[in-house]
């Protein structure tokens, strides 16, 4: 059960991630049920296809707008997932292979509130509409 506020995006994430009814959360495993910006809005993330991800909402709502890296390592993320997501998001022709398995890892949100905030480019700033965490809400 895909949440509200991600229904616009899933056509474009469905491109690289197949049907979004096998998405697995691309953090911990768990059944994704949002799609998530890898680099934040605040970061100067888009939602082309290349910056979404399937994710649970759990993830998704520790993970807002920190630092993508500096989150996956706080909250335990293995390393070799971090580098693999890292490499995927910048490379446009990714697709997810058939029967992709992304293994279930026990995560520390707590660790994850502490992550680094994202970094606001200033031609963000400059463009103003107050980014309220409340905003991602549902
Ligand atoms: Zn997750």
């Given at each position: 059960m895909l949440t509200r506020r991600t229904?616009?995006?899933?056509?474009l994430a469905e491109h690289r991630w197949r049907d979004h009814a096998l998405?697995?959360?691309?953090?911990c495993g768990r059944a994704a049920t949002t799609v998530d910006h890898f680099y934040p809005y605040s970061q100067g993330g888009r939602s082309n296809p290349a910056n979404l991800v399937p994710a649970?909402?759990?993830?998704?709502s520790n993970k807002m707008e920190h630092d993508p890296i500096d989150w996956m390592t706080a909250v335990g993320v293995p390393a070799d997932r971090r580098d693999w997501l890292a490499s995927l998001v910048s490379n446009r022709d990714w697709r997810a292979p058939r029967g992709l398995?992304?293994?279930r890892t026990k995560l520390d949100y707590q660790a994850g509130k502490l992550a680094r905030p994202a970094h606001t480019?200033?031609?963000e700033l400059t463009d103003q509409r107050t980014a309220s965490p409340d905003n991602s809400g549902e």
């Amino acid at each position: 059960m895909l949440t509200r506020r991600t229904r616009d995006l899933v056509p474009l994430a469905e491109h690289r991630w197949r049907d979004h009814a096998l998405w697995r959360c691309v953090y911990c495993g768990r059944a994704a049920t949002t799609v998530d910006h890898f680099y934040p809005y605040s970061q100067g993330g888009r939602s082309n296809p290349a910056n979404l991800v399937p994710a649970c909402d759990r993830c998704n709502s520790n993970k807002m707008e920190h630092d993508p890296i500096d989150w996956m390592t706080a909250v335990g993320v293995p390393a070799d997932r971090r580098d693999w997501l890292a490499s995927l998001v910048s490379n446009r022709d990714w697709r997810a292979p058939r029967g992709l398995r992304l293994p279930r890892t026990k995560l520390d949100y707590q660790a994850g509130k502490l992550a680094r905030p994202a970094h606001t480019p200033a031609h963000e700033l400059t463009d103003q509409r107050t980014a309220s965490p409340d905003n991602s809400g549902e």
